[in-house]
């Protein structure tokens, strides 16, 4: 997978050349690149525009009553924190000499 930043340039060149004015925020650990669709927007313009947030870690739409509809994208910085953006197991076998199971999240 490319560099974050090769990944936010990727992006924000690609809103700007379907005419759409990107806004990029940092956030901790991560960078978030939002975007109005154009109320007229054409199917191409949609297949152009997913293939666009793809390119992300998370993305999806937000309906404004002010700005319209906003797209976003957000690219994580480096590797997630432990716990983040896996799958964490509810219970751990229980060790030697232990006859009940305990949750992960109490160790």
Do not use: C, Y
Not at 10 to 27: C, F
Not at 59 to 87: D, E, H, N, Q, Y
Request: overall charge neutral; proline content about 9%; glycine content about 10%.
């Amino acid at each position: 997978m490319p560099a974050p930043q090769v990944r936010i340039d990727r992006i924000t060149d690609g809103l700007t050349s379907l005419g759409m004015s990107p806004e990029v925020e940092d956030e901790v650990g991560q960078t978030r690149i939002s975007a109005e669709v154009p109320r007229s927007a054409s199917r191409e313009f949609w297949e152009q525009l997913l293939a666009l947030l793809a390119i992300g870690d998370s993305f999806g739409l937000i309906s404004s009553a002010r700005r319209g509809l906003i797209a976003w994208v957000k690219v994580r910085k480096g590797l997630p924190p432990p716990g983040v953006g896996r799958a964490v197991p509810v219970h751990e076998p229980p060790a030697s000499g232990e006859d009940q199971w305990r949750s992960a999240t109490n160790t």
